[in-house]
Each structure stands twice: as C-alpha cells, then as structure tokens.
C-alpha cells in the first residue's frame, strides 16, 4: 500500500492557462474523490468516481473544470482558462469497496495562478 | 444543508496540558464523523471514524467520542509532534461526499 499519489506538487501558472493534475489512487480502491482546500478552510468536495463512472460533481465545478478516470484507475483534473480565484490545494482521495465511507487522502497539487 | 463547526480557532497547549477540541454537527441522518489530521502542505491523515452515539475511538494520546449534536476530540498529555490542524467532516446516508469543517490549529509548545 503505497498511499495515494498525485502529480505535480506545486503548479504555478498564468492567468487563462490551462493546467492538469494526476492522481493515482490506493491500488484496488474503487471511490475517487476530488477535493479543493484554500488557506484556513476545510476541504470542499468537488466530484468522484466509482470506478470510471462519474457519479457526482458539486457546484463548485463550473464549466471550466473537467474530471475524468478512462479506465478506472487514475484520474486527471484539467481546468482550463485558469483564474487567481482558482489558486488552492487541489486534493484527491481515494476508498477502498465495502469500506466506501472511509477516504484516505493524497498530499494534493498546490496550485497558484499569478 | 450539513454543516460542520470546529472549535476553537486555534489552541495553544503547554506539552502536558490536557484539553479537547469541539466538531458540531448537523446532518440529515449521520452515515459517519471523521476525524483527520492535517500538517502544514500536506494532505489530511485519517485519523477516526464514529458512526453512532456514545461510541468512543482511541488512538495513542487520541480519544474520539461521539454525541447526537457534536464530537469531541481529547488529546491527553500532548507532545509538540501533535501540532497540526485537526479536521472533522461528516457523510450523511446515502454515500453523500464528505462535508469538513474549518478545522482546529493545535500548537504544543515544550
């Protein structure tokens, strides 16, 4: 059990790039969650996964963020035409079958857009 | 809509110096309360789940309990290694995504 793991850990870009993040979740977790931290606030949820289903996306995720996990096993968080509101720690998690409530999180992708 | 309020802010302890931090809660019928631990620049460590009413967790100097309104968590004779910020989050029925509070900044000065 090698933990979750995501790519890159800090991301600095300019405003209106477009940017992608990597999770590569515990091996054989079904669950995969996405999560968005800025400074002094919990974790927001954003979408999961079960397998490479996506069952849920909050309202947070506007059109310029898009999730994907083609075959079930890691997943990329793309946001496009990025904005200084967009800068946070992007968080992943992951949980295992039969144990779905149970989420072990990833170190996150520090994002900052100048 | 569920909600999540941590108490204090922030709590500065003396190495030693017993205390609790608060997690209230309300959600449309509890599935599970979640306790992390999260260091500066890192993701949250899971740390405890409560599932009903007067269930009691431990963990080292950690003790998790658990009412129908709130969650308290104990930290007995702290060491400066328990600084972080501890995060409470609740899922309702249903596998809905977990919902965090602000979390507690715990500082234990030696």
């Known amino acids: 059990d090698t933990g979750v793991s995501q790519n890159p850990r800090h991301k600095i870009t300019k405003r209106g790039q477009n940017v992608t993040f990597r999770c590569d979740p515990i091996?054989?977790?079904?669950?995969l969650y996405w999560y968005r931290q800025t400074l002094g606030q919990g974790p927001e949820f954003l979408t999961y996964f079960q397998n490479e289903a996506q069952l849920e996306k909050s309202r947070l995720l506007s059109d310029r963020f898009s999730a994907e996990r083609p075959k079930g096993s890691f997943s990329t968080l793309e946001i496009q035409r990025t904005e200084q509101g967009d800068s946070a720690m992007y968080l992943c998690a992951s949980s295992p079958p039969h144990r779905t409530d149970t989420q072990y999180f990833g170190p996150g992708t520090r994002l900052t857009v100048l | 809509e569920d909600q999540v309020t941590q108490s204090p802010e922030a709590l500065r302890l003396q190495e030693g110096e017993s205390s609790s931090l608060n997690c209230s809660y309300t959600?449309?019928?509890?599935?599970?309360l979640f306790w992390y631990r999260q260091d500066p620049g890192k993701g949250p460590e899971f740390l405890f789940t409560l599932y009903s009413a007067g269930e009691e967790k431990e963990k080292e100097r950690l003790k998790a309990t658990l009412t129908k309104k709130e969650s308290f968590l104990h930290i007995t004779a702290p060491k400066p290694e328990d600084s972080a910020t501890y995060l409470c989050a609740v899922q309702a029925r249903g596998n809905t995504p977990l919902v965090f509070g602000k979390g507690t900044r715990l500082s234990v000065i030696a």
């Open positions: 091996s054989e977790h079904n669950r």
């Open positions: 959600v449309s019928g509890l599935r599970g």
